[in-house]
């Protein structure tokens, strides 16, 4: 069994800052990617940022220059560091993890149970 544990999630308000962390813990062979996605009321659910565990991401446009996504392989833990948050990036933030897990020989994906973010003032 796996689980992602998400954490960091709150309210805050525009301008501010929130981490989001990550920790996916279970019968884990390998992680391939990590990744946060979010979905506001109303809308469908979109990525936010992606981790290889190489170290490539890969950002939406709308959080490019102020979202940072970090990984630990060591620690199976990704981070999101999010900076001058505003308004419209108010959402469940979940956490996915592309993953094998023993008896399945192939990836696949993952999601935590979601963190609420809430920017306003």
């Known amino acids: 069994q796996v689980q992602l544990v998400e954490s960091g999630g709150g309210l805050v308000q525009p301008g501010g800052s929130l981490r989001l962390s990550c920790a996916a813990s279970?019968?884990?062979?390998?992680?391939?990617?990590m990744g946060w996605y979010r979905q506001a009321p109303g809308k469908e659910r979109e990525l936010v940022a992606d981790?290889?565990?190489?170290?490539?991401?890969n950002y939406a446009d709308s959080v490019k220059g102020r979202f940072t996504i970090s990984g630990d392989n060591a620690k199976n833990t990704v981070y999101l560091q999010m900076n001058s948050l505003k308004p419209e990036d108010t959402a469940v933030y979940y956490c996915?993890?592309?993953?094998?897990?023993?008896?399945?020989?192939?990836?696949?994906?993952?999601w935590g149970q979601g963190t609420q973010v809430t920017v306003s003032s």
């Open positions: 996915n993890a592309d993953l094998m897990v023993p008896n399945t020989a192939r990836y696949l994906e993952h």
């Open positions: 279970g019968s884990i062979l390998s992680i391939n990617a």
């Open positions: 981790i290889t565990r190489g170290g490539h991401t």
